[in-house]
């Protein structure tokens, strides 16, 4: 079967490799046939070379890509069966032919959404998660900050749930904002938006949707009204320093997770882009062929206005 790997940073070949067979899959895991791919924010570090010593990517076959719709074509879950398109994260080796997974990070999509449409449902799972460990955003003000294809999907979910919804990125997002949700969009550094916030401006529920950055999270402790909320989702460096007099004196929670539960946020995800179609396609601003590969992830690493989700086909 045809597979990728990264023989060097920034550089992607095509290998021919054995593909996994039905009879070797453990109880739970099903195999899968690709069809889709899309290219995650978390893909870029080990992409440019990045060592994470807990996650190594660099090299493994099929790495790094984990957002998935396929086909099944052999199943040991009675809840898959072959046939079933399916979505979900296939960490952290999507770039093959074949892949077997663990049946309990995937949904069977209904025939509603068409692939391109159904690439937004694995990101969008992962948001509906971590919004289910905040509190209620109905008549709060929330703040993301990060404006790329998740925190995006933030703006939209949390407008959805009644929010007031302030954006904020060195991009330009004013001709996103009404698609997506986004009350008032702020073009520049977080740190000058939090340093010039008023208090009553300050936000019940702060998202830091950039990661790898102690600055942003700081800037998040800055944003946060006093019994505030700050999560955690852009992927962290593994050691922060924290304002934590500021963040004690405003008696704040901080969250912060992986995904969990995918079966029933992945359902969840499918419903919310199945009303609403038109989102589901802005979603999605770039298309490359698998052989653009290299293509494909440099340009999802040039973030700039209009673009979001980029995803790799057949």
């Given at each position: 079967?045809?597979?990728?790997?990264q023989?060097a940073p920034y550089?992607?070949?095509?290998?021919d490799?054995?593909a996994?067979?039905?009879?070797a899959l453990t109880?739970?895991?099903?195999l899968?046939?690709y069809r889709?791919?899309?290219?995650?924010?978390?893909?870029?570090?080990?992409f440019a070379?990045?060592r994470n010593?807990?996650?190594?990517?660099?090299?493994?076959?099929?790495?790094?890509?984990?957002e998935?719709?396929?086909?099944?074509?052999a199943?040991?879950?009675d809840?898959?069966?072959?046939?079933?398109?399916?979505?979900g994260?296939?960490?952290?080796?999507?770039?093959?032919?074949?892949l077997?997974?663990?049946a309990?990070?995937?949904?069977?999509?209904?025939?509603?959404l068409p692939d391109?449409?159904?690439?937004?449902?694995q990101?969008?799972?992962?948001?509906l998660?971590?919004l289910?460990?905040m509190?209620d955003?109905?008549?709060r003000?929330a703040?993301?900050?990060?404006?790329?294809?998740i925190?995006?999907?933030?703006?939209?979910v949390?407008?959805?749930?009644?929010a007031?919804?302030?954006?904020v990125?060195?991009?330009?997002?004013?001709?996103?904002?009404?698609?997506?949700g986004i009350d008032?969009?702020v073009?520049g550094?977080?740190?000058?938006?939090?340093a010039?916030?008023?208090d009553?401006?300050?936000?019940?529920?702060?998202?830091?949707?950039v990661?790898h950055?102690?600055?942003v999270l700081?800037d998040?402790?800055d944003?946060?009204?006093?019994f505030g909320?700050?999560y955690v989702?852009?992927?962290p460096?593994?050691?922060?320093v924290?304002?934590i007099?500021?963040?004690?004196?405003?008696?704040?929670?901080?969250?912060?997770?992986?995904?969990t539960?995918?079966?029933v946020?992945?359902?969840?995800?499918?419903?919310?882009?199945v009303d609403r179609?038109d989102?589901?396609?802005?979603?999605?601003?770039?298309?490359?062929?698998?052989?653009d590969?290299?293509?494909?992830?440099?340009?999802?690493m040039?973030?700039?206005?209009?673009?979001l989700?980029?995803?790799?086909?057949?």
């Amino acid at each position: 079967m045809w597979a990728l790997r990264q023989p060097a940073p920034y550089e992607f070949e095509r290998i021919d490799v054995p593909a996994p067979t039905a009879d070797a899959l453990t109880p739970g895991e099903v195999l899968l046939r690709y069809r889709l791919g899309g290219v995650c924010g978390s893909d870029l570090p080990p992409f440019a070379g990045v060592r994470n010593e807990g996650h190594q990517h660099t090299g493994i076959v099929g790495a790094p890509l984990h957002e998935l719709v396929a086909d099944v074509v052999a199943s040991t879950v009675d809840r898959l069966t072959v046939g079933d398109r399916v979505v979900g994260t296939v960490l952290p080796a999507g770039l093959r032919e074949y892949l077997a997974v663990p049946a309990d990070q995937l949904h069977a999509l209904s025939p509603t959404l068409p692939d391109h449409e159904a690439i937004g449902v694995q990101p969008l799972a992962t948001v509906l998660c971590a919004l289910s460990r905040m509190g209620d955003p109905a008549g709060r003000r929330a703040a993301v900050v990060g404006l790329g294809p998740i925190g995006m999907l933030f703006c939209v979910v949390l407008k959805a749930r009644g929010a007031h919804v302030t954006g904020v990125d060195r991009v330009d997002r004013t001709a996103e904002a009404a698609m997506f949700g986004i009350d008032e969009v702020v073009t520049g550094q977080s740190g000058e938006w939090a340093a010039g916030l008023a208090d009553a401006d300050r936000a019940d529920l702060v998202i830091d949707a950039v990661g790898h950055s102690q600055e942003v999270l700081a800037d998040c402790v800055d944003a946060a009204r006093p019994f505030g909320e700050v999560y955690v989702f852009g992927l962290p460096e593994d050691q922060y320093v924290l304002p934590i007099r500021r963040f004690f004196r405003k008696t704040l929670t901080l969250r912060g997770g992986v995904t969990t539960d995918w079966p029933v946020h992945l359902a969840a995800a499918e419903r919310f882009l199945v009303d609403r179609r038109d989102l589901a396609r802005a979603y999605v601003t770039d298309t490359y062929p698998l052989a653009d590969v290299e293509e494909a992830f440099l340009t999802a690493m040039r973030p700039s206005a209009g673009r979001l989700k980029v995803i790799l086909i057949l």
